[in-house]
Antibody, heavy 120, light 110 residues
Framework: QVQLVQSGAEVKRPGASVKVSCRAAGYTFTDHFIYWVRQAPGQGLEWMGWIDPRSGGASYAPPFQGRVTMTRDTSISTAYLEVGRLRSDDTAFYFC?????????????WGQGTLVSVSS | QSALTQPASVSGSPGQSISISCTGSSSDVGSYDLVSWYQQHPGKVPKLLIFEVTKRPSGVSNRFSASKSGNTASLTISGLQAEDEADYYCCSYAGSSTLVFGGGTKLTVL
């Protein structure tokens, strides 16, 4: 079955960077885009961007452009999200999710989430 | 690119039907048939309920249905059950390879 397994929780200082991984299993990694979505505690979902694992091309939501980088390693079916210049309001759960074959149609499988806490 | 607008909360009694609206603009909901809906129970990951405005993934109950008119999409839950109590989010393609979520709606089953 499809599985997305994310890396563990992180605690970072303001101004630092964090890199979260998302390992895919149970399907052909390059056949589906990967979304990254975050959710601050008690808040709603926020789409950060997506990456096409086949080409490596990524698209970012405007609030994150310039501060977020999405990459992938096809040899280990893993996608990565790096967020730089962390602020306290970046404290959130970060989810990866597998897109449907039509990439913009939605996501049918989600990782368990990675809590990133930013505090001085 | 602004978040789609959803009511903060809705409620209904078991067996009733409720609808949740999702209002965007001509730049997102109004221009593309790429609206999806998610259900999220507390402490759980989101679950896809609807994609491409009206389509249900296999395994999703037919009590969930959805539609779109102009810049507003709607999710309807019929035969409300206690297990439907959760947060619901809409999401739309917004052009330029970007998506945008709604602010979320908390459904309370009375």
């Amino acid at each position: 079955q499809v599985q997305l397994v994310q890396s563990g929780a992180e605690v970072k200082r303001p101004g630092a960077s964090v890199k979260v991984s998302c390992r895919a299993a149970g399907y052909t990694f390059t056949d589906h885009f990967i979304y990254w979505v975050r959710q601050a505690p008690g808040q709603g979902l926020e789409w950060m961007g997506w990456i096409d694992p086949r080409s490596g091309g990524a698209s970012y939501a405007p609030p994150f452009q310039g501060r977020v980088t999405m990459t992938r390693d096809t040899s280990i079916s893993t996608a990565y999200l790096e967020v730089g210049r962390l602020r306290s309001d970046d404290t959130a759960f970060y989810f990866c999710a597998r897109a449907l074959p039509q990439a913009a149609a939605g996501s049918d499988s989600w990782g368990q989430g990675t809590l990133v806490s930013v505090s001085s | 690119q602004s978040a789609l607008t959803q009511p903060a909360s809705v409620s209904g009694s078991p067996g009733q039907s409720i609808s949740i609206s999702c209002t965007g603009s001509s730049s997102d909901v109004g221009s593309y048939d790429l609206v999806s809906w998610y259900q999220q129970h507390p402490g759980k990951v989101p679950k896809l309920l609807i994609f491409e405005v009206t389509k249900r993934p296999s395994g999703v109950s037919n009590r969930f249905s959805a539609s779109k008119s102009g810049n507003t999409a709607s999710l309807t839950i019929s035969g409300l059950q206690a297990e439907d109590e959760a947060d619901y989010y809409c999401c739309s393609y917004a052009g330029s390879s970007t998506l945008v979520f709604g602010g979320g709606t908390k459904l309370t089953v009375l």
